[in-house]
C-alpha cells in the first residue's frame, strides 16, 4: 500500500481560522509538497466548514487533527493528533471533519492510494 504523508501547515490555516470574518473562505499557504493544489482545496473545504460551525465555547484552543483519505477523497481515519486542552474544542474538531467525509477525489496523476494530512483547527471562544 502506498501512502503519502502530508501536513498542511499551520500558518495559512490557523490564521485563517483564527479572522474568520477576514477570511473569506480563502487560504494562501504555505503547503508543502506535489500536490499543494489539492492541499489548498483540502484545507478550503475544512475552512468553509469550520466558518459555518454555530458552536458555542467559553474557551477556545487549536486540536491538531489528523486524517486520512483514499483515492475517492473519503475521510477513512481520524486521530486527535494534538488535543487543544478543552474537551469540547477536542469533540468539535473530530466533528469537522469525520470519517467517511468526502473530499474531492485525488486529481490526475496523484499516484497515492491513500494520503495522511495533518490540519491544525483554531476556534476561538464564543461565549
Partial sequence: MRRIPTIILACGLVLALSMPSRAGGRI?????????????????????????????????????????????????????????????IDSLARATVPVGFAFPPFPEGMEAREIDITVPLRFGARP
Fill in 28 to 88: 494562501n499557504g504555505p503547503f508543502v509538497g506535489k500536490h499543494q493544489d489539492y492541499q489548498r482545496a483540502v484545507a478550503t473545504v475544512i475552512l468553509n466548514r469550520m466558518l459555518n460551525t454555530r458552536y458555542r465555547s467559553e474557551s477556545g484552543g487549536v486540536a491538531l487533527l489528523a486524517l486520512r483519505l483514499d483515492r475517492s477523497g473519503t475521510v477513512t481515519k481520524t486521530t486527535l493528533a494534538r488535543s487543544s486542552g478543552s474537551p469540547d
